[in-house]
């Protein structure tokens, strides 16, 4: 039972450790606003994302003896998906030009993040490789 | 082409680094692009996959010191062609339009 609660306050300590250095990577990270830093890394992490999606609906559409093919549930969470995070990256970007180094706000950061988690999930569950540089 | 087209990507983005140091790095730049803008289509349409080195390659570029600001347009106008190529798979794929991407 002590064992048990020595490893949870560990595991607590270290998942605190890991948020510290978060903030220290990213900046404050506010209710209404995110680093710059954090918002283009969300931002290049979507470029990633959606080339990979460009590649996937390029692929033919599943069905007979086709092994490497798009399915149409996935393109149904992708394409949606693609189009609201382009939004919010576009917008981002150019609050990153305009505001050089200001935070950016949460909504657009927000919406973007839901984009990227839709997308990632989506991969996942259809064996979806991402592309890397 | 694909063994031909990697080598080219690959080539500007080793050279992207030294291009602060490099005399006329505004001209060279200005050579990317026009590779750049050659190459795209053939990217989108037969090997989209590579849209992530043309997009590194962009970003870098428009962060890089030397772009000027007419180039850093012309290669926001070169991002927005990966969005468009998006736009164009999923055309392709069934899924209903939209309004066209804007350059970002």
Same mark, same amino acid.
């Given at each position: 039972m002590k064992l048990a609660q020595y490893g949870a306050a560990i595991a607590l300590a270290l998942s605190l450790g890991a948020c510290s250095n978060m903030q220290t990577l990213y900046g404050e990270v506010t209710s209404t606003s995110i680093s710059p830093q954090a918002a283009l890394a969300a931002a290049n992490a979507f470029d990633a994302l959606e080339v990979t999606a460009t590649a996937y609906l390029s692929l033919p559409?599943?069905?007979?003896? $086709?092994? +490497?093919?798009?399915n149409a549930t996935a393109v149904k969470n992708i394409v949606p998906a693609v189009r609201s995070g382009r939004t919010a990256r576009n917008? /981002? @970007? &150019?609050?990153?030009? *305009?505001?050089?180094? =200001? &935070? /950016?706000?949460i909504a657009n950061y927000n919406t973007l993040e839901a984009a990227i988690q839709t997308l990632q *999930?989506?991969? +996942?569950q259809f064996g979806v490789a991402v592309a890397s540089k | 082409m694909e063994i031909a087209i990697t080598t080219?990507? +690959?080539? $500007?983005e080793a050279m992207i680094p030294e291009l602060p140091a490099l005399g006329g790095a505004t001209a060279i730049i200005d050579k990317i692009i026009a590779s750049l803008i050659s190459i795209i289509p053939i990217i989108a349409n037969l090997f989209p996959a590579m849209l992530t080195s043309v997009k590194g $390659? $962009? *970003?870098?570029l428009q962060s890089s010191g030397p772009a000027t600001a007419d180039q850093i347009a012309q290669l926001q106008a070169l991002d927005a062609q990966c969005d468009q =190529?998006? @736009? &164009? &798979?999923a055309a392709a794929a069934g899924a209903p339009a939209t309004t066209a991407p804007s350059a970002s």
């Open positions: 559409p599943c069905g007979g003896a $086709i092994v +490497t093919c798009r917008a /981002i @970007e &150019a609050l990153l030009q *305009s505001n050089s180094g =200001a &935070a /950016i706000p *999930s989506t991969y +996942t | 080219l990507l +690959t080539l $500007i $390659i $962009i *970003s870098a =190529a998006f @736009e &164009a &798979a």
